[in-house]
């Protein structure tokens, strides 16, 4: 059974990591719920959107059943997230729910090495290490929770979202 998870790593240089840390995180406002735990920037361009299309077409090659979906589909949202020390959106939760019932994809950017990452229900754990991208699904199979920095270290990642088209594709 495929458990339709793609980790890619080295696919943004440390420079580049640094460099959007610096350019979003003086726009970061608090997320409106204390429990999800850190402060963020709803990106409406990007620069490096060439580079994860290329990261989605390398999973629509790995897990070809994706395109067989009904409706079309196409990356909608990007978020840069701060996760002060100590902090982290650590109840166990997916990405598909009422409130967001269109998304079938995540992607994650890790923008900081850490000691810690995306720890999965089954207890699989993506490792946060800068310039990583990690694409799973957003339903139920694949809940999971944030881990926090045991070296009380601040975290930087950005998170994004595939989804039946509704609105507009992310520029």
């Known amino acids: 059974m495929k458990n339709f998870v793609m980790i890619e ?12 840390i610096e350019l979003y995180k003086r726009q970061c406002t608090k997320a409106d719920k204390d429990y999800l735990g850190y402060n963020y920037f709803d990106i409406t361009s990007f620069n490096f959107i060439d580079r994860l299309n290329t990261m989605i077409d390398k999973y629509k090659t790995k897990f070809k059943e994706i395109d067989l979906t009904a409706s079309k589909w196409s990356m909608t949202s990007l978020r840069f997230k701060h996760f002060e020390p100590e902090k982290s959106f650590n109840s166990w939760h997916s990405e598909h729910s009422l409130t967001y019932p269109y998304r079938i994809l995540n992607i994650q950017i ?4 850490h000691n810690c990452g995306t720890e999965f229900y089954d207890s699989t754990v993506i490792k946060s290490k800068q310039g990583t991208v990690a694409l799973f699904p957003a339903y139920f199979t694949h809940t999971h929770r944030g881990q926090v920095c045991p070296n009380k270290k601040d975290r930087y990642l950005i998170t994004g979202y595939l989804q039946f088209d509704q609105k507009g594709n992310l520029e």
């Open 9 to 20: 790593e080295n696919v943004f240089t440390d420079l580049e990591c640094l460099g959007l």
């Open 110 to 113: 890790y923008l900081t090495t």
